[in-house]
């Protein structure tokens, strides 16, 4: 049977200045009916190369040297524009990695799917409109009436990412591309939409080819799996011959980074001093102007405790009300209710003449450090912008950034360079150096690894750890990963609707849940039954292979 998607000796020349010469060195896959290829690897391996060019989306400077891409027989490595606009949607689906970003923030949503009607079907309107209205309702999304008026940004993450599934699917394509669809999605919207994913596979018998670097999903949709280390593919088999008995050293270490469910248990001092207490914290947005409803009620009534030394880890939904409790405690926005203590001194009151001697006391490291450093400046100069605003000499803050970048693992010559100039992971060091030169007693973390891959991961994880007992720093980690949680929290508090449903030691809270949401919540962790390595062959991989941390 001819496969749908087949890819002989494919090679994808990059410019020169790019590092290297091939995005692609020599590929051979293929994608069968009804069949679901994972394809993973770090960033920087071509995964996503590999989708641009069978959808014909190459960057400029990028193109197709060797070898072909073939659509059910059909050769589409070397067609012209007119007939790969013709495939594209009706023969070639692509969901891509960030909706936000590939949605028209200025058209409606509804209108947006339409479209993809409008240009490749001979139907009426009335008769598309019907056709988007079904398709949004099979994607799973209440009130469709609501979502065909809505624009992106008054969608949640996983909505949005749904209408994207809605876009891809409504013409039925005998090939769809999910470029890491699921990334930034928290687990219980993750389990929707690949339960989602597999339902339509194989309902319409469709091939997909889903990129990822999340073994947890890999685990729970894979029927193959296929392995690209620096443009070349290095493992391919089925799921569980691949994730249990992976052959290639660069395999095993991929898989030996991925964290483990089962906590890690440590000695903690009951005494240590206790960096941050809130009281009854909550936070209210009143209505805006001319809108309808009632406030926003963004968290209610939250208690928690950290101590120095320590991690809490905060988990739950996306607007179960991490973020929000995270920026009233850094006093980014001021809390409505509650008292935030930081040490004895209470701080939700406090002016902003007030909180300037206390800002260096909490710093953040956010979600994405490419967009929290600024282009404009070389990253020396946004790693010493702080000290030197707090009256440190520029001498003694070069010093200090100087000694962090090496205990970040970044070189020192970094200081003279741009922040595009860094991989995500480099990028995301750069940013804990620049906490740090605060020289903090609270770290905050909102989401700080969950779009890294699993090697970059876990050294920054690692590097987290360090950094937590070198400074004897608390820490507040956000994060929707309980692999991530189990790894390096101390205390877990889960969040729903803007309160803590459950509050405890992260082995009780993880292995032991008490709370409904909290079963529920952990029952939708994706790759739950997947263990990764052992300790004695993550130890063998470190040895035959270091992970890239570029």
């Known amino acids: ?125 009335s008769s598309r409109r019907a056709r988007v209205r079904a398709m949004i309702e099979r994607v799973g999304l209440s009130d469709p ?190 809390p409505t209710a509650g008292r935030i203590l930081l040490g004895e001194q209470d701080i939700s009151r406090l002016s902003e003449r007030q909180l300037w001697p206390i800002r260096p006391k909490v710093q953040i490291i956010f979600q994405d450090p490419y967009r929290s450093l600024n282009p404009r400046q070389t990253v020396g100069a946004s790693l010493i912008e702080g000290p030197l605003n707090y009256g440190v000499t520029r001498q003694k803050a070069i010093e200090r950034i100087t000694t962090l970048l090496q205990l970040v693992r970044v070189e020192v010559d970094a200081l003279e360079r741009y922040p595009h100039q860094f991989s995500g992971g480099q990028r995301q060091r750069l940013c804990i150096a620049r906490a740090l030169a605060m020289q903090p007693e609270l770290l905050i973390a909102d989401e700080a690894v969950s779009a890294l891959d699993v090697s970059v991961q876990a050294q920054v994880l690692e590097l987290l750890v360090s950094v937590r007992e070198r400074f004897d720093l608390a820490m507040l980690f956000i994060t929707h990963d309980l692999r991530v949680a189990a790894t390096l929290c101390d205390d877990v508090a889960v969040m729903s609707a803007g309160q803590v449903v459950e509050f405890g030691a992260a082995g ?6 008490q709370h409904p949401y909290s079963r529920k919540l952990f029952e939708a962790a994706p790759g739950r039954s997947f263990r990764p390595m052992t300790t004695h062959d993550r130890v063998r991989a470190d040895h035959q292979i270091q992970p890239n941390i570029n």
């Open 1 to 125: 049977m001819t496969p749908i998607l087949e890819v002989r000796n494919l090679d994808i020349a990059l410019p020169r200045g790019a590092g290297r010469t091939l995005a692609i060195d020599g590929l051979n896959l293929s994608v069968a009916k009804g069949e679901i290829l994972c394809l993973v690897g770090e960033s920087g391996s071509g995964k996503s190369m590999i989708a641009f060019s069978a959808m014909g989306l190459l960057p400029d400077g990028v193109h197709i040297s060797a070898g072909e891409i073939r659509l059910n027989g059909e050769k589409i490595s070397a067609a012209p524009e007119a007939r790969m606009r013709e495939l594209r949607c009706k023969h070639i689906g692509m969901i891509f990695q960030e909706p936000m970003t590939a949605l028209n923030p200025v058209m409606r949503c509804g209108d947006q799917i339409e479209e993809v009607l409008r240009f490749h079907t001979s139907l009426d309107r």
């Open 145 to 334: 009436a609501r979502m065909l008026r809505a624009y992106p940004h008054q969608l949640s993450g996983g909505q949005r990412q749904r209408i994207m599934i809605a876009m891809a699917l409504i013409l039925e394509p005998k090939l769809l591309i999910a470029d890491e669809p699921t990334t930034a999605l928290d687990v219980t919207t993750q389990a929707q939409i690949l339960q989602l994913i597999r339902d339509l596979q194989q309902e319409h018998q469709t091939g997909v080819l889903f990129i990822t670097h999340d073994f947890g999903v890999v685990s729970e949709i894979a029927d193959r799996v296929a392995v690209l280390n620096q443009g070349k593919l290095v493992e391919l088999g089925d799921r569980d011959a691949v994730l249990e008995t992976p052959r290639d050293p660069y395999t095993k270490m991929l898989i030996s980074a991925v964290p483990d469910y089962r906590t890690t248990h440590r000695n903690r001092d009951p005494q240590a001093p206790v960096a941050l207490r809130t009281e009854n914290l909550g936070k209210q947005y009143g209505r805006r102007f001319f809108s309808q409803g009632d406030p926003v009620i963004a968290a209610q009534a939250v208690s928690l405790q950290v101590r120095r030394g320590e991690t809490l880890g905060l988990v739950g939904e996306s607007g179960s009300g991490k973020s929000t409790v995270a920026r009233c405690v850094a006093r980014l926005i001021d």
């Open 508 to 513: 009780q809270v993880l292995e032991n849940p």
